[in-house]
């Protein structure tokens, strides 16, 4: 009786087992007739070659990315030169055509390194008067190996979709290339506008790597797809039949665990290129049929969201751009795991079993941190360019398909530390933003900047992100609409750790108006007792909307309170007050060396740089009741109602808007953007008071009158076409009386129509 018991048992198990082997392939392809042929097309020239001409290509040595241009200025980030299999050991530069290597820039000199397998390996450049080296051909092996790691894949899916074995040989032989090259790869030193290099043992830098360029891009993940979509097709033990070694066991222990083991020198990381590890481990887990490695990926997935997302889904570094590429990158994530289960038995070292895995699912946050990509846009379906976020690149001037919001509501995220008032429908539409978030990467010097969208536009800009040599400009407070103090930038982070801006109203629900309020007094730490801002969104009446600004500073000995028109087009700008010459820039005297690369920041003999890109200066001592009106080529304007003002003085020019250059430095200087700067001096502190006004063809105030209410108060009177608006912003809960109107409260809104209330609210 046992003995048969012990036979069903191992038949059972032998069953299992059969079961548990990993099918292949894991990740099957559907392809259409139309896909077949765009892959065919995409491989024709690799198939063109014989099998030793394509070997011969792969590349056995550490390439570079930064490779720039030394004969124009185009382009930004070193990232001019660009390569073709057509002629696979050379570059050229895709804005002025030229070749490299030539005659007059010949890498005819030579570093030479061991690499970990103990072999000595040559890296020709070609060396400028300054000692920097240009590696031209490092360049052209770095791409040659991520276009042979594509089209691997590439070959694989078509051996998938035809069963044509010769697809699968090519992606065989691909795979058996790097599979030998791999453990003689160097870790790289690739950084842009720094001298090229190798990193020989660990620590590794965060900008070293094996496989790619930097720590993120160490895993080979499309060229494991590409072994899982021939695993079956007999072509690897073809090749081990021919070269009398192990193929498989090269390719997955000495380079898809040869890649694990080498990220494992770097520890877990949580930042927005991570989920291209997390894929690393997820596919080749399945693949190799490894469910810890499986589970790592998971591990670290969660962890990502866990850490790194605030409760409103924001992403920590508060950039639309870095949220889309988290999110996107998780995406491809999700996806691989999707419908994992693990071996029947089998639990993880951390307790944990998966079945018919569903991460995308199963994290509360992604639905919410995927929903922000939708809401967080301009009226004209572009992503809101606050901190480093693309603006040129989500503009409809360079995509015309991106697709315009149908409505605006006004918006608070209170995680991230943004929010913006919004009405209207269609062309209608006008959102008014205060950004009041902390400094958590790809974050810009920025607390309480405002931005306005109006009739169709961008009035009032953030230029957003850039490579360019004046990314120290973009990301200076100087360049944002808020005020700037002593000439010093705000801070970002400190000893303390991070520091953010506190939200002290939001009031959203009221139809005629709507206002927000935050504070921001840590970005100027033991300079600044009182640096808060209020945003008021008023409608007047139809498409008719003003938008009322209250800054309050109290710190410092100069304070500098800054508006910059569009960053997308030209506008001219016309000012109701006499106007003297004032100096090329903000820094009339002052010797000035602009940025020269991106982590340039240039100098200005100890004076802040940024005030040098304020330039073709014109001023005034007449502030009081001053209107100054940025105005576009097409009729929309907007109009800044300057009141309130007690000694100070008014500053008109312009400054580089960066994005229209399409990340080309040589454009970098001919496009502009309207900028004024308002400035009090001395130790009594500051009330910045406007009210601003876009309008189409003719605006529609007739006056804006200020009064002083108590030492820190302020009534304004708004004459529009709708009637007149009584508007009280106080500190405190104070009675003010004027006329008929009493108010006692922090915000009151009257709007007056022949003579009676139409319109009341308090606060």
Not at 222 to 229: F, I, K, Q, S
Not at 261 to 279: C, E, F, K, M, V
Request: net charge negative.
């Amino acid at each position: 009786m046992s003995i048969r018991i012990l036979l069903i048992t191992i038949q059972i198990l032998i069953g299992v087992s059969a079961m548990q082997a990993t099918e292949r392939p894991v990740y099957q392809v559907s392809l259409t007739e139309k896909e077949v042929a765009r892959l065919k097309r995409r491989v024709r020239t690799v198939m063109a070659f014989s099998e030793a001409e394509m070997v011969a290509l792969i590349p056995d040595k550490t390439g570079f990315r930064f490779v720039g241009c030394p004969d124009c200025d185009a382009g930004a980030q070193e990232g001019q030169l660009r390569w073709s299999i057509r002629d696979p050991h050379r570059v050229q530069c895709r804005y002025c055509e030229m070749v490299f290597p030539n005659e007059a820039y010949p890498d005819d000199e030579m570093l030479t390194v061991v690499n970990p397998t103990g072999e000595r390996m040559t890296y020709p450049f070609w060396e400028d008067e300054t000692g920097f080296r240009y590696h031209f051909r490092a360049k052209a092996w770095r791409e040659a190996r991520v276009y042979f790691a594509a089209i691997a894949e590439d070959l694989g899916e078509l051996y998938q979709a035809t069963g044509d074995a010769t697809y699968a040989r090519r992606a065989t032989l691909i795979l058996d290339a790097f599979a030998r090259y791999y453990p003689g790869f160097l870790v790289s030193y690739d950084r842009p506008h720094e001298q090229k290099g190798f990193v020989f043992e660990p620590p590794y830098p965060n900008n070293g790597g094996k496989w790619g360029r930097w720590r993120h891009d160490e895993m080979p993940t499309n060229l494991v797809r590409a072994y899982d979509a021939i695993y079956t097709s007999g072509e690897l033990e073809r090749l081990s039949d021919a070269v009398g070694i192990d193929v498989k066991k090269r390719i997955e222990d000495d380079f898809f665990r040869g890649a694990i083991r080498q990220d494992r020198y770097h520890g877990i990381l949580y930042t927005n290129a991570s989920p291209h590890i997390y894929l690393g481990y997820a596919v080749i887990g399945r693949v190799l049929g490894d469910p810890e490695l499986v589970h790592e990926a998971v591990r670290r997935s969660i962890g990502l969201f866990e850490s790194q997302f605030y409760a409103d889904g924001f992403w920590h570094e508060g950039s639309l751009g870095y949220q889309r590429m988290t999110m996107a990158g998780m995406q491809v994530v999700f996806d691989a795991l999707k419908g994992y289960s693990d071996p029947l038995g089998y639990v993880s070292d951390d307790g944990v079993r998966y079945d018919n895995l569903d991460l995308e699912r199963d994290i509360a946050i992604v639905r919410k941190a995927n929903h922000l990509l939708d809401i967080c846009r301009y009226p004209d379906g572009r992503w809101i360019p606050m901190h480093d976020a693309w603006a040129y690149r989500d503009s409809r001037r360079v995509d015309p398909n991106v697709k315009p919001l149908e409505q605006s509501h006004s918006t608070l995220l209170p995680g991230v530390g943004h929010a913006w008032l919004g009405r209207g429908n269609g062309e209608h539409q006008v959102q008014v933003h205060l950004h009041f978030s902390g400094a958590y990467g790809h974050a810009h010097a920025d607390n309480l900047n405002l931005m306005l969208f109006a009739r169709g536009q961008e009035l009032l800009s953030d230029v957003g992100y850039t490579h360019t040599q004046y990314r120290s400009w973009t990301v200076s407070t100087l360049c944002h609409n808020t005020v700037l103090i002593d000439e010093v930038e705000q801070e970002r982070s400190n000893r303390k750790g991070i520091i953010d801006g506190s939200l002290l109203a939001f009031e959203a629900a009221y139809p005629s108006v709507q206002w927000v309020e935050a504070s921001g007094e840590g970005v100027y730490p033991g300079l600044a007792e009182e640096y808060r801002r209020l945003v008021m969104l008023v409608n007047v009446g139809g498409e008719d909307h003003y938008v009322v600004d209250l800054f309050r500073v109290r710190g410092g000995d100069q304070r500098d309170w800054v508006m910059h028109g569009s960053a997308d087009g030209d506008m001219r700008t016309e000012v109701n007050v006499p106007l003297q010459n004032y100096g090329e820039n903000l820094l009339p005297g002052v010797k000035v060396r602009f940025p020269e690369h991106e982590r340039d920041r240039g100098d200005a003999e100890g004076r802040n740089v940024a005030l040098a890109f304020f330039q073709n200066v014109l001023h005034s001592d007449y502030v009081q009741d001053a209107r100054v009106t940025f105005q576009g080529n097409d009729a929309v304007a907007v109009r800044i109602h300057l009141v309130g003002l007690k000694d100070s003085k008014l500053f008109v020019g312009d400054a580089p808007s960066v994005r229209r250059a399409d990340e080309d430095e040589t454009l970098i200087d001919r496009f502009r953007m309207p900028m004024l700067m308002v400035r009090q001096k001395g130790r009594v502190p500051s009330r910045f008071m406007a009210v601003h006004e876009p309008f189409r063809d003719k605006a529609f105030i007739d006056s804006v009158e200020a009064e002083d209410v108590g030492e820190r108060g302020v009534y304004l009177k708004v004459r529009h076409r709708g009637g007149t608006d009584h508007i009280v912003l106080q500190p405190g809960i104070d009675v003010f009386h004027r006329g008929d109107l009493i108010f006692q409260g922090k915000v009151g809104f009257v709007r007056e129509q022949d003579g009676e209330a139409r319109v009341m609210g308090l606060w």
